[in-house]
């Protein structure tokens, strides 16, 4: 009975989840509703039928074909309407798993096809999120992505409507897509401008390749956090670089073993990380495109693992420590946290 009462604590645990893709966190329910209300043609109409087209299965065999499955969701998330009914949702998800902080992110540049302006999906993506602040009580922010595949003009436009946005729910700016094709050197003039608009950076990177991108992204692109960054373990003094100036690492582990980031379990460098001192925080990044949800994650990490309750609680706490909140802010939502969590009888 011991996974039960595991299964329980965690649960129940307060988390927070700091990367997450909208785009990666659509019911199918939804999906289908919005579908049906906007007139688009779906391969079935039953909520079960979806989940196959929207989830990649256990034969993913790298990012581009992970990536494959995000068309299927932003064909539908086109208007202002859908945008924030699918932001509202994602803090409603993360009420149910006890998160208390949520940062969401989304490419802007993917949700134009209808005629919404960068500004316009911003806006809509963060009413979304305060709507569901409101109702739930999960704090968040907003995190605008520039794509890889994009141009720098293109990703301009982000970094500009996202500054307008500062202090009123964007957070930061991100870099996604295909990291094997486009590495972080192409858009060092993109983030020099998120860089002197004083907008923070976060860029994924040791993804699917490797953790020279982490050392490009943290000394030329400016990231004071790295998505993922499994990779890292492949350069012994850029994981010194990155553990000397308290970098964290966003890593989400099924994302990651799906991605084939990593080969296996085995060879997912979790537990070395946070022996060698390294800020590891534990998110989903695609709960309807990865089959997760937080509590899932950190249940395959206890299992595969067997981490004990403090370093789950260390696991978590790194997160609130790396939020893109400002120092009162983190300090009440790590008061909060801290109080639940003894109230559950872990010690901290
Ligand atoms: O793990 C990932 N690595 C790189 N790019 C990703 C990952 N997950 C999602 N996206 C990309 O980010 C876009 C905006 O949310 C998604 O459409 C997808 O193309
Ligand atoms: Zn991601």
Redesign the pocket.
């Known amino acids: 009975m011991a996974h039960h009462r595991t299964f329980d604590l965690l649960s129940r645990l307060p988390k927070v989840d700091l990367h997450l893709?909208?785009?990666?966190s659509v019911k199918p329910e939804t999906l289908l509703e919005l579908a049906l209300h906007q007139g688009i043609d779906l391969p079935v109409y039953d909520r079960e039928g979806l989940i196959p087209h929207m989830r990649v299965g256990e034969e993913c065999g790298s990012?581009i074909e992970?990536?494959s499955k995000?068309h299927f969701t932003?064909r539908i998330m086109q208007s202002g309407e859908a945008l924030e009914r699918i932001a509202y949702e994602v803090v409603q998800q993360s009420a149910e798993h006890n998160c208390k902080y949520v940062e969401v992110?989304?490419?802007p540049q993917?949700h134009r096809n209808n005629g919404l302006t960068v500004e316009e999906t911003i806006h809509h993506v963060v009413e979304g999120m305060k709507r569901g602040q409101r109702d739930f009580g999960v704090r968040g922010g907003v995190i605008a992505?520039c794509?890889r595949n994009h141009s720098c003009q293109s990703n301009l436009e982000v970094i500009e409507a996202a500054a307008q946005f500062v202090g009123k729910g964007v957070v930061a700016v991100d870099l996604?897509?295909d990291?094997a094709a486009y590495p972080p050197e192409f858009f060092r003039e993109v983030f020099a401008e998120s860089t002197r608009l004083g907008i923070p950076v976060t860029i994924?990177a040791g993804?699917?390749a490797g953790a020279v991108n982490v050392y490009e992204a943290v000394t030329n692109l400016g990231a004071v956090r790295i998505?993922?960054g499994v990779r890292l373990k492949e350069n012994r003094s850029i994981l010194e670089m990155v553990k000397e100036r308290r970098i964290p690492l966003e890593m989400?582990p099924i994302?990651n073993i799906q991605?084939k980031a990593v080969s296996s379990w085995e060879a997912y460098p979790i537990r070395e990380y946070l022996e060698q001192g390294l800020l590891v925080t534990i998110n989903t990044?695609?709960p309807s495109v990865s089959g997760t949800d937080i509590t899932n994650e950190y249940r395959v990490l206890s299992d595969r693992f067997g981490f004990t309750a403090p370093e789950l609680v260390k696991l978590i706490m790194n997160g609130v420590d790396a939020a893109f909140l400002d120092e009162a802010d983190k300090l009440l939502l790590r008061r909060e946290m801290e109080n639940e969590i003894s109230s559950l009888g872990v010690s901290l």
């Not at 893709?21 to 990666?24: E, N, P, S, V």
Request: aromatic share 10%.
């Open positions: 893709h909208l785009d990666g990012l992970y990536l995000f932003t992110r989304f490419a993917l992505i794509m996604a897509g990291e994924h993804e699917a998505g993922h989400c994302s991605t990044d695609n």
